[in-house]
């Protein structure tokens, strides 16, 4: 069985069960990118690691952007988990990560970060930040000097304008407190 299914805007999932034939996969994946609802998609692969493989390759092929799941069991998913940036982001760059993501510099205007778990900014966030991209809402975004375009942790979204958000000077984390997104200091 193949379940393609929408967790987040903009992640889908594509979980493939043991046993499936390979060219059904692909006849059900191309229909599904044939239609509006996969458009600037990200794409999540869960299954066997043969087929889950081919699935990437199929996805990348199609320049479409995908996030492999690894299972969190694994040494390999725990050396892996967290990617760090050691330079700033500029002006129309965009990190993509399944794990957390630690910036050691500013994520200027119009620069984004998108990631399965946990975002830290040792600087600036003045761009985009979305933490928990497969709906987890127990991630976080911390930052030096936290004045964002955009954050959105999990399904939740907190968009600000320039007047509303200037930095008080210290640390900040916004996490998902009774179904809303809050700023606190650290």
Same mark, same amino acid.
């Not at 889950?52 to 892996?80: G, M, P, Q, T």
């Not at 129309?92 to 994520?107: R, S, T």
């Given at each position: ?9 903009? =992640?889908?999932?594509?979980?493939? !069960? ?12 191309? #229909?599904?990118?044939?239609? +509006? ?15 889950? +493989?081919?699935?990437? %390759? ?7 952007? %995908?996030?492999?799941?690894? &299972? ?14 050691? #330079? ?9 990560? !399944?794990? &957390? ?17 946990? *975002? ?10 979305? /933490?928990?991209?497969?709906? &987890?809402?127990? /991630?976080? =975004? ?10 959105? *942790? ?27 997104? *809050?700023?606190?200091?650290?």
């Amino acid at each position: 069985m193949v379940e393609i299914k929408g967790i987040t805007l903009p =992640v889908v999932l594509i979980k493939v !069960n043991e046993g499936v034939e390979e060219s059904k996969v692909f006849e059900q994946l191309e #229909r599904f990118l044939n239609s +509006k609802l996969s458009e600037g998609a990200y794409f999540l692969v869960e299954g066997g690691e043969t087929l889950a +493989k081919n699935i990437e %390759n199929f996805l990348s092929e199609r320049k479409l952007r %995908n996030i492999r799941k690894i &299972d969190v069991n694994s040494e390999k998913a725990v050396k892996n988990r967290l990617k760090v940036i050691e #330079r700033h982001l500029r002006s129309g760059q965009k990190i993509e990560h !399944n794990g &957390d993501v630690l910036v050691l510099g500013n994520v200027n205007r119009d620069a984004q970060i998108v990631a399965t778990g946990n *975002i830290v900014v040792m600087g600036a966030l003045r761009g985009i930040a979305v /933490a928990g991209a497969l709906g &987890d809402e127990s /991630a976080v =975004v911390v930052a030096l000097r936290m004045e964002p375009q955009q954050i959105r *942790i999990g399904r939740k979204i907190a968009i600000l304008s320039e007047e509303e958000r200037v930095s008080p000077g210290y640390p900040e984390i916004a996490r998902v407190e009774d179904g809303a997104i *809050i700023l606190e200091r650290v």
